[in-house]
């Protein structure tokens, strides 16, 4: 119901054909007018072989320069959401926002862990947009896209209320913003990592400042759609010494 959380446990994900796509551009976000200026666009898609017994991804049909690349895989899953709140508008494949969505963050692999907040009773939840490996930013506008198999598991954090998507797997605790400039996802992501520590760690302002000026981290999850995502993370490490001052408990 509004107000619980869902907790999206990705438990494997494993390719099941021996190609995926991309493209040859690069989205206008990624570049400098200049740059861009210099460069002849080329949307052509790029054909990638899949070796799912090595885990190594190639090109079809490289240039000269590129016909020895070989790219370890990391499967993730782009697109993870709910429905979104009353009175917001249909949403389209390609967005995302608090109710999660097309997110394209490379790190919701598997042994992953996705919290969204619930809008609507019964969630509504949607999956897919499998990527065989996809770079920090989605910077071609799309990732290695291609079909996977899927297992996961939805468990359910009763009146738990969050702002933004948040996420978790073995190495660290992730706060993703999601929104029109890498400014405003910058804010909402650091902001939404604040108010998790100091909830479920029961620091003060000084204490959680003191920790993320010390030890946090960011990647640029998306640049190529409406929305850009900025993720601000904390090591699981950082916070072994620290007491947990609230635990969820997680119906499945």
Not at 62 to 72: E, G, H, Y
Not at 161 to 190: C, K
Request: hydrophobic share 40%.
């Amino acid at each position: 119901m509004p107000g619980d959380v869902l907790a999206i446990t990705i438990k494997r994900l494993r390719l099941n054909r021996d190609w995926a796509m991309s493209d040859k551009g690069f989205v206008s976000r990624a570049l400098t007018p200049d740059y861009r200026a210099k460069i002849k666009p080329d949307w052509s898609d790029i054909r990638w072989h899949l070796d799912i017994e090595k885990g190594m991804a190639s090109l079809e049909k490289p240039s000269d320069a590129l016909k020895n690349l070989a790219v370890p895989v990391r499967p993730m899953l782009g697109c993870i959401g709910v429905a979104p709140g009353f009175g917001s508008p249909p949403i389209a494949a390609q967005d995302s926002g608090d109710f999660g969505g097309n997110m394209d963050f490379n790190l919701l692999g598997e042994g992953s862990t996705l919290y969204l907040g619930v809008n609507q009773p019964g969630a509504l939840l949607y999956v897919g947009d499998g990527h065989a490996l996809q770079g920090d930013g989605e910077l071609n506008g799309n990732a290695l896209e291609t079909s996977m198999d899927i297992e996961f598991t939805v468990g359910v954090l009763r009146e738990k209320n969050i702002g933004t998507p948040r996420a978790e797997n073995a190495e660290y605790l992730m706060a993703m913003g999601l929104a029109g400039s890498l400014d405003s996802a910058f804010r909402e992501a650091t902001s939404e990592l604040a108010a998790w520590l100091q909830s479920d760690y029961g620091l003060s302002d000084g204490d959680i400042a003191a920790l993320l000026g010390s030890s946090i981290q960011y990647n640029i999850s998306e640049v190529a759609d409406r929305n850009v995502g900025v993720v601000a993370k904390v090591p699981k490490r950082i916070l072994g010494s620290l007491k947990l001052a609230v635990s969820g408990s997680v119906l499945k």
